[in-house]
Structure formats: structure tokens, C-alpha cells
């Protein structure tokens, strides 16, 4: 499953490695991978993955990578974001996370 989340469009783009941080505050060992293909952050040990835009070390938008029966990782995430105060996006636009 793959989750869109984003900042407030009025917000200025934090660093990734603010994201990093708020992740692991969530008690994840997360760790951001820059690679020719895109930006990605990665826990220890497990499958689920974020891929995040960035541009100068900076992000707006990710896309959190759920791999099924990881749940905690999912809901690790999720609440890292809401604590920086981003959003989830799908097709009917905006929501709260």
C-alpha cells in the first residue's frame, strides 16, 4: 500500500533530515539513502520504505511504501509525519493524518 503525504502547500520544505529525525523519535532506525534513482529512507531490518522528493536536501512530498504485515512500521511513520505537521494526499485531495 502506498501512502502520499505532503507539507501544507503554504509551508516552506523542511530538511530531510528533520524527516529522519521525527522517525526516529518513533523509535525507527531509519536511514536516508540518496541515489541516482531518487531519495529514499530505509529501516533497519525491515521492508517498508519511504521514497521522498528532494531537492537540495530539502522536502515537501514522500510516499510511504507499506509492505503488508508491517504495520507498526506504517503507523510509526504516519505519526512522525503528523507530528511535523504534513498531510495525506490522495485523489480527492488533502486529508488530515
Known amino acids: 500500500m502506498e501512502t502520499q503525504v505532503s507539507l501544507h502547500h503554504n509551508e516552506p520544505p523542511i530538511t530531510i533530515r528533520e524527516v529522519v529525525t521525527a522517525l526516529e523519535k518513533q523509535h525507527l532506525d531509519a536511514t536516508h539513502e540518496n541515489a541516482i534513482w531518487g531519495d529514499w529512507i530505509n529501516f533497519s531490518g525491515k521492508q517498508t520504505v519511504i521514497s521522498i522528493e528532494s531537492q537540495n536536501g530539502l522536502t515537501t512530498k514522500a510516499t510511504i511504501e507499506q509492505v503488508e504485515g508491517e504495520d507498526e512500521v506504517y503507523a510509526a ?13 490522495d485523489a480527492d485531495g488533502p486529508y488530515k493524518l
Open 77 to 89: 511513520c504516519i505519526d512522525a509525519f503528523r507530528k511535523l505537521g504534513w498531510q495525506g494526499q
